[in-house]
């Protein structure tokens, strides 16, 4: 396993991060689910994703009794909040009552006394900036977290939640964007202005949802038990890269990572590992072997060739469309 600053700050992750969105507390018994951490942890990857939403708050406790009993200190632990985790007016948006309340429920839940990274899950259109980065200013202040990160953020919102962080004193070091060889909004704003601002880019979907492994075949039914048959592992995500004209892309791919001698989800997580502002890519999974799988992307460098061939068969159909880097208008 390789590691990487996060941003310019001094914090090291891995390269490759483990992330737990859909499948722990939900897709998959929580037995598989700590057989893929401790498949994590083998392989050496330190850095852990989660968020306060993700499962109705149950991905948190599932994460902190797999990392029970691991040093802490060997250990990157991200979460986020914003999106409701529960029924009243408060519970959820980037108020300071939803933050400061949000917090401990994640610590709680995660077994720790801190997080390395607390994120800002979308913006809040509903709260001033300056309420929300005090609070998150008070949380690391607290020792409740060491840096703070936003996701999904755009390169406007970035650049003025990073004066005000300056201004407070805290280090905000990261966003964390949809990035894909299919999906690539933040290469024309958000990627140079995070840059110039020494933010680094934690990337969610790497495998476009999984339609980069090139199991999903044109013209023919998804196969049983992938993502796209199951609403409960984010089938509405995969929807709409599920074209024909994407898929039969896709599979023009599969010489190109045979000739590199890769797996079609290494050459994906690879390609997005070649972006010099990417400090880590998010995998998940339900079957450890999909870990020792993906985990071989590290340290791969893609020659300006493989780069541009890839760029000539998937560039034509790629998003990117910087207006959809967007958050709700209002809280949901």
């Known amino acids: 396993m390789k590691f990487r600053h996060l941003g310019r700050s001094g914090l090291m992750v891995s390269e490759i ?5 859909i499948t722990h507390g939900s897709q998959v018994e929580e037995d598989a689910a700590l057989a893929c ?3 994590a942890l083998d392989v050496g990857i330190t850095t852990f994703d989660t968020a306060d939403v993700y499962a109705a708050t149950r991905a948190e406790e599932v994460l902190g009794r797999a990392l029970r009993g691991e040093r802490r200190e060997g250990l990157e632990i991200f979460t986020k909040v914003f999106w409701p985790t529960g ?8 108020s300071r009552k939803h933050i400061m309340e949000s917090i401990n429920g994640s610590l709680r839940r995660l077994g720790t006394d801190y997080v390395d990274l607390y994120q800002a899950h979308r913006y809040d259109y509903s709260t001033p900036l300056e309420e929300t980065m005090e609070a998150f200013a008070d949380i690391v202040r607290a020792g409740k977290a060491h840096y703070i990160g936003v996701s999904e953020w755009k390169a406007s919102q970035i650049r003025e939640a990073h004066q005000l962080a300056r201004e407070l004193r ?6 964390q964007p949809q990035y894909s060889m299919l999906w690539r909004v933040i290469e024309a704003e958000v990627v140079p202005t995070s840059e110039e601002l020494g933010v680094g880019q934690i990337v969610w979907s790497p495998m476009a949802q999984g339609v980069l492994s090139g199991k999903y075949l ?3 039914p998804p196969p049983a038990g992938s993502r796209a048959t199951d609403e409960k592992s984010g089938a509405a995500f995969v929807a709409k890269f599920l074209t024909d004209e994407v898929l039969t ?5 599969k010489p190109l990572a045979e000739q590199a001698g890769l797996s079609m989800a290494q050459l994906a997580i690879a390609w997005v590992l070649q972006n010099p502002n990417v400090s880590s890519a998010i995998i998940g999974a339900s079957r450890p072997e999909q870990v020792h799988d993906n985990v071989k992307a590290s340290g791969v460098k893609l020659d300006a060739d493989l780069l541009k061939a890839i760029d000539e068969i998937v ?4 998003e990117r469309d910087p207006a959809k880097t967007e958050s709700p208008a209002k809280r949901p």
């Open 17 to 21: 991060s483990y992330g737990n969105w």
């Open 37 to 39: 951490v401790r498949a």
């Open 87 to 94: 029924p009243g007016r408060n519970d959820r948006g980037l």
């Open 170 to 175: 805290i280090p905000l070091v990261s966003n």
């Open 218 to 220: 044109p013209g023919q």
């Open 249 to 253: 892309a896709v599979q023009r791919l």
């Open 315 to 318: 560039g034509p159909i790629s």
